[in-house]
């Protein structure tokens, strides 16, 4: 059975640090591209960044470059989205997606199987 599952959420303060990770099973792991995307109360879901079956990354969101930086273990069926000097608008549900064709997308629908969520809460 084919399954995302994201961890590392919590609540942190501006400026702190979160290292997401997303644990993959039931597929040929180092096939897929795996992306990260966020939602807000009341936003729609966007696109964070994705790693695709090279290890090529892509970022989609100008406030997080410098920022946060993304990395696959095969070896372990795992990605690792590391966010440093988080910000209150930062706040979201951070969902790991994986697309078969093996490259990136910054569009949901270029995936095809999806993580339930893991909360990341910036604030005081």
């Known amino acids: 059975q084919l399954q995302l599952v994201e961890s590392g959420g919590g609540l942190v303060q501006p400026g702190g640090s979160l290292r997401l990770s997303c644990a993959a099973s039931?597929?040929?792991?180092?096939?897929?591209?795996i992306g990260w995307f966020r939602q807000a109360p009341g936003k729609e879901r966007e696109g964070v960044s994705c790693?695709?079956?090279?290890?090529?990354?892509?970022n989609y969101l100008d406030s997080e470059k410098g920022r946060f930086t993304l990395s696959r273990d095969n070896a372990k069926d795992t990605v690792y989205l590391q966010m440093n000097s988080l910000r209150p608008e930062d706040t979201a549900v951070y969902y790991c997606a994986a697309s078969y064709r093996g490259y990136c997308s910054g569009y949901a629908q270029g995936y095809d199987y999806w993580g339930q969520g893991t909360q990341v809460t910036v604030s005081t």
């Open positions: 790693i695709n079956n090279s290890g090529g990354v892509t």
């Open positions: 039931g597929f040929r792991f180092d096939y897929y591209a």
